[in-house]
């Protein structure tokens, strides 16, 4: 690590290592690397995300991001379907499948007793106020395969039933313990395409 002579290098690098995969020795190059390239990327970086700092909002009506300066395209899109994801990462790869044009509603996590996750701390009542305001008619949870994903499955699921709404879930194609944004595309798409009703009544 630099010496006491550079605190700011020092800082740089112990907040590079705090981003996933990344340990000491990779923040150390990743520096140094910066550092050789001051003004191509060093600047640029930091200029965007600065600008991404102050700008860019998630969304609370859908979890999605946004910009401060204009609305969420979940306010305009005409659709009756939603696709109901964990995380960011799960729609980026459900939407480089191409496979699904509809609504996503980002959770923000799943229910997890080990981690303190309760369902005040995603947007579930959000979601259900969305199926309620607009008709929609398919909820498809494109929900990892992990025990908590599955958890939260059976919870959104209890939470609408009571909607006249049919609810989908992935094929099972779908390994099991799988998170989504990890899978490769062809196995998104399968999965997706051939989803089945949660509950298996149809």
């Not at 290098?9 to 140094?32: E, F, H, M, V, Y």
Request: glycine share 4%; hydrophobic share 35%.
């Amino acid at each position: 690590m630099p010496n006491a002579k550079q605190p700011e290098l020092d800082n740089l690098i112990q907040l590079l290592s705090r981003l996933p995969s990344l340990g000491p020795k990779s923040a150390k190059r990743i520096a140094l690397y910066l550092l050789k390239n001051k003004s191509n990327l060093m600047k640029p970086l930091s200029e965007a995300i600065t600008h991404v700092h102050t700008n860019i909002i998630k969304c609370n009506v859908c979890g999605n991001l946004t910009s401060k300066e204009s609305k969420c395209t979940c306010l305009d899109m005409k659709t009756d379907q939603i696709c109901v994801v964990e995380n960011i990462a799960d729609m980026w790869a459900l939407e480089s499948t191409s496979v699904f044009k509809g609504q996503y509603h980002i959770l923000g996590g799943t229910l997890s007793a080990i981690n303190g996750s309760n369902p005040e701390d995603l947007l579930i009542n959000s979601l259900v106020d969305r199926i309620k305001k607009c008709n929609i008619k398919e909820v498809i949870l494109a929900i990892s395969a992990t025990i908590e994903g599955q958890t939260t499955a059976h919870y959104i699921n209890d939470s609408l039933k009571n909607l006249n709404v049919k609810i989908t879930k992935l094929a099972h194609g779908l390994p099991v313990g799988s998170e989504i944004e990890y899978l490769d595309d062809g196995t998104l798409f399968s999965a997706f395409k051939y989803r089945n009703s949660f509950n298996n009544k149809n």
